[in-house]
């Protein structure tokens, strides 16, 4: 599952990030960021128009990413 | 040179991730010791302070901007990579990096940690916000994190009068060794060793905090709350500082009465009262206005709100071709270009960037009042619509709302043009939220205040002695008829140029204030109060019967094309050299210039036509 498809208040953890192209730098910052495998993800809110950006924790930081670059970060569904 | 050299023990940086609180720390350290420039070639804020140990030494530190990585994606970034490895053509390899990191973020902060320690400088690691840790019950074995890091760790809060007592006796203390640098270390699995090692987490998350933006993000209330926001921000800005502008102006007045009635009638008094305290007189009055809209992007900036503002326009902005991170950079913008421009910075999608900072000087910003606050007084009549609203009112809210309506379309056509379609990133952290310092806003205003007085001082001065030389020489020939201004320099640019402005229906006095006022926008009335003043042969014409002079002497249509003309005015030239310097050349000054006096042109000459034509 993409974390650009999770709904408002679900989450999961995160598999990995999906680059596009050889020199992805938008893929290299998220996984700076601490999206990485293992970390759980959060979605929190979304932009009052067009449900974007996307609000999302990630361990204890928070970021509002557009749907383009949620879209690159692969989860795996949380039991809640 | 030498003894110079031997008091100066160290030069130590400040490094840390965005929203660590190291400028709070920074400004703990130093107090009101602190030096703001820029780096050469980009603008990029160089922030540098400098404070004396406890034992005598004299330590330079140098704030460095945010970082999340090495891994640069911004000129921000790129400053601090190059300071931090000792690249910089003109910053010395600092002798001891100070890694900053907030407690409360410490699964984020700590990877930038390690990656500075991966350089294997001299380092300590300063946790601020240790306060606000123990609150949220976020438990931290420094001592061992300390020795898990292998490089000196104190806390420090940032905002409390002694909360960098320990940051400064670590400072003054034996340097720490380089710390070892371990080969292909994965950051992020280091990270969650010492988080396991040293820290321990509440299993809650800040539960206010989650409230508080379930409001503030919310889709209906967050924009309800962000536009009442803006409301009390301009109301503020124009009611609030009234008061403290009158009494600015009545102070200047009576000096430069004084001064009038001091000296000899003659070319020194002359450039005096009609020069020096007309034209940077009426500029000064801005001041409070300034300051007090600096006051609230402070106030909401250091509070955390900004970037939820982003969030919530981040969309509309988008589709305009700009970024939710743009609204920083444009709301500084309505106080003056200068500063929003420098804003932009924080921007990291160079197109974002550069469109936003062209459009930047649509927002109305404060030096546009000084002439719509003439204009609308002398042409629109202050009458109450709908019994609630001032018709003064809604007119200057129109010139607003036209500036920002403006900049989106402008934005929007931009987008269109672009060739490179890649993505733009947002990527926006939304930190904690925090009650702003005193002392942060006071070092933040004075920053402000100080550029603005740097202004008036040099440019706007100078300027206003040049338009008074100018339309003060040569004197009209004995026994000539007519107002003196007419025969003057000024008279004879004004003259000239009035065939290709007589369409947009603007007189010669206009053209002679347009020249000025391009250099700096407020400038335009001052110099219409000299030009009048002068041209009326007498001192006392001052600049508060100037909107007489103005309303009897023009037609509606010029004035309201004047009006306009301002929306888009080719902007001050301050502003086309921090474009030049931000974008580094010519190319985005020349456009700029161009599509604005196009754009003002156009505008001028529709109304202009059109009220003619209507009245």
């Known amino acids: 599952m993409k974390l650009s498809e999770v709904p408002r208040g679900g989450g999961g953890i995160v598999v990995g990030v999906e680059a596009l192209g050889p020199n992805d730098q938008i893929a290299r910052r998220l996984r700076d960021l601490g999206f990485v495998a293992g970390e759980a993800v959060s979605v929190l809110a979304f932009g009052p128009l067009g449900s974007e950006p996307v609000l999302v924790r990630v361990g204890d930081a928070r970021f509002a990413l557009r749907r383009a670059e949620a879209a690159r970060v692969c989860l795996q569904e949380q039991s809640p | 040179m030498t003894a110079a050299a031997a008091t100066i023990a160290s030069q130590i940086a400040l490094v840390g991730n965005p929203n660590c609180g190291k400028t709070a720390l920074f400004n703990t350290l130093t107090g009101s010791r602190q030096k703001v420039a820029n780096y050469a070639g980009v603008t990029v804020e160089r922030k540098e302070g400098r404070f004396t140990t406890d034992s005598g030494r004299l330590v330079r530190v140098l704030d460095l901007p945010g970082a999340y990585s090495f891994d640069a994606t911004s000129p921000d970034e790129q400053i601090t990579r190059d300071v931090c490895k000792g690249h910089h053509p003109e910053e010395p390899k600092p002798d001891l990096l100070v890694c900053v990191a907030d407690a409360t ?98 299993m809650q998350h800040a539960e206010l905090e989650d409230a508080i933006d379930r409001v503030v993000l919310h889709p209906v209330f967050g924009l309800a709350i962000l536009g009442a926001v803006m409301f009390l921000i301009f109301q503020a800005v124009f009611a609030w500082a009234a008061p403290l502008q009158d009494a600015l102006a009545a102070g200047t007045a009576s000096v430069g009465a004084w001064l009038a009635a001091a000296l000899p009638d003659g070319p020194l008094q ?110 629109v009549p202050r009458r109450e619509v709908a019994g609630l609203f001032n018709l003064q009112g809604l007119v200057l809210f129109g010139l607003y709302a036209a500036g920002i309506a403006s900049a989106l379309l402008v934005a929007t056509i931009m987008k269109r043009w672009r060739r490179d379609r890649g993505e733009h990133a947002l990527l926006l952290e939304l930190p904690s939220y925090r009650w702003p310092h005193p002392r942060d806003l006071l070092i933040g205003l004075w920053e402000r205040a100080a550029i603005f007085l740097r202004r008036v001082t040099t440019i706007i001065l100078a300027l206003t002695v040049l338009l008074w030389f100018l339309s003060s020489f040569p004197a009209a020939p004995a026994g000539a008829g007519g107002p003196a201004i007419d025969y003057s320099f000024a008279g004879r640019i004004g003259h000239w140029m009035e065939p290709l402005f007589a369409p947009i229906g603007f007189n010669w006095q206009i053209c002679i204030a347009l020249i000025p006022g391009i250099a700096a926008r407020e400038v335009a009335v001052s110099s219409l109060a000299t030009v009048y003043a002068l041209a009326a042969g007498s001192d006392d014409a001052a600049i508060s019967q100037l909107s007489g002079i103005v309303a009897s002497e023009w037609s509606l249509a010029t004035g309201l094309s004047l009006l306009v003309w301002y929306i888009y005015a080719p902007m001050c030239l301050s502003t086309f050299a921090v474009i030049r310097r931000e974008t580094n050349g010519w190319k985005h000054v020349a456009i700029a210039a161009i599509y604005l006096f196009a754009l003002a042109y156009a505008a001028s000459l529709l109304t202009y036509q059109l009220t003619v034509w209507l009245t």
């Open chain 2, 105 to 202: 973020n410490l699964r984020l902060h700590l990877r930038f940690v390690l990656e500075v320690r991966q350089l294997g400088q001299p380092m300590l690691l300063a946790l601020n916000m240790m306060d606000a840790a123990a609150r949220r019950g976020i438990r931290i074995d420094v001592a061992r994190l300390a020795a898990e890091l292998g490089i000196p760790v104190v806390e420090t809060v940032a905002v409390r009068r002694h909360g960098a007592d320990a940051l400064r006796a670590a400072i003054d203390g034996t340097p720490p060794p380089s710390p070892a640098v371990v080969p292909d270390l994965d950051l992020h699995a280091e990270t969650r060793r010492l988080l396991r090692a040293a820290v321990q987490l509440p």
């Open chain 2, 270 to 379: 002359s450039l005096l009262t009609d020069g020096v305290f007309a034209g940077v007189g009426t500029v000064l009055e801005f001041l409070p206005q300034i300051l007090l809209l600096f006051v609230f992007i402070l106030t909401l900036e250091e509070s955390g709100y900004l970037p939820r503002a982003a969030f919530l326009l981040d969309r509309l902005m988008f589709a305009a071709g700009l970024s939710g991170r743009s609204f920083i950079p444009l709301l500084s913008s309505f106080a003056c270009a200068i500063p929003g421009i420098m804003a932009t910075r924080s921007i990291q999608d160079p197109r974002d960037r550069i469109a936003t900072i062209l459009v930047a000087p649509l927002m109305t910003c404060s030096a546009r009042l000084p002439v719509y606050t003439l204009l609308i007084g002398a042409f």
